[in-house]
């Protein structure tokens, strides 16, 4: 079973430009995950949607930070315009369900954003 | 306000030198806790899934146990190969947001 895939690995841009990253998500899975990771914490989550629709973006910063998932499959997550805070690693997870008994998330290799 | 601290943040053990992981928690009603295992450069992967207190699940080297306020993560005679940070997670009732904490840093000697 292929696992979770995250695009790209590595981006290294300037204050203020605009970056995206892409996730595939296990297939049939129907929750998917956003989360940022600084480094020596524990990831935070972004947002989190069920099939195409949001369930969760109460930490997402929505004057910079944005989301979609088409067709309930791939999404992206973009940052625009980025500052220096922002550097972290972006995880992207998935699960089959939102009901408890399937809430074990799989887990993307992440993203990791420099902004200097 | 939904709390995990995990504690020590960094444990160093030699090769077999059994030792335990803490992760205490503040939520106003658990629907589970996770453990994850995460390696550099990685993403987290999962390990356990604890609903109620007094529940416990083993896997290998490693045992998780639950209380209404912590959990604990014991390794048994530990391996090199179980140096890893390991994260602990909490879902509460009413909600389907996943909490972590900011992990235990494990390393082992040989």
């Known amino acids: 079973e292929a696992g979770v895939a995250q695009s790209p690995r590595y981006k290294i841009i300037e204050k203020r430009q605009s970056v995206a990253f892409w996730c595939n998500p296990i297939?049939?899975?129907?929750?998917l995950y956003w989360y940022q990771q600084i480094l020596g914490q524990g990831p935070k989550l972004l947002i989190q949607?069920?099939?195409?629709?949001?369930?969760?973006d109460s930490q997402l910063p929505k004057d910079r930070f944005s989301a979609e998932r088409l067709k309930g499959v791939d999404s992206t997550l973009k940052i625009q315009p980025a500052k220096l805070e922002d550097s972290a690693v972006y995880l992207c997870?998935?699960?089959?369900?939102?009901?408890?008994?399937?809430?074990?998330?799989?887990f993307g290799p992440g993203t990791r954003l420099t902004v200097l | 306000e939904d709390q995990v601290t995990q504690s020590p943040e960094a444990l160093r053990l030699q090769e077999g030198e059994s030792s335990s992981l803490n992760c205490s928690y503040t939520?106003?009603?658990?629907?589970?806790l996770f453990w994850y295992r995460q390696d550099p450069g990685k993403g987290p992967e999962f390990l356990f899934t604890?609903?109620?207190a007094g529940e416990e699940k083993e896997k290998e080297r490693l045992k998780a146990t639950l209380t209404k306020k912590e959990s604990f993560l014991h390794i048994t005679a530990p391996k090199p190969e179980d140096s890893a940070t390991y994260l602990c997670a909490v879902q509460r009732t009413g909600g389907f947001k996943t909490i972590f904490g900011a992990g235990t840093r494990l390393f082992v000697k040989a």
């Open positions: 604890l609903y109620s």
């Open positions: 939520v106003s009603g658990l629907r589970g």
């Open positions: 949607f069920q099939n195409n629709g949001v369930v969760d």
């Open positions: 997870a998935s699960s089959l369900g939102r009901d408890f008994s399937y809430n074990e998330q799989f």
């Open positions: 297939s049939g899975h129907a929750t």
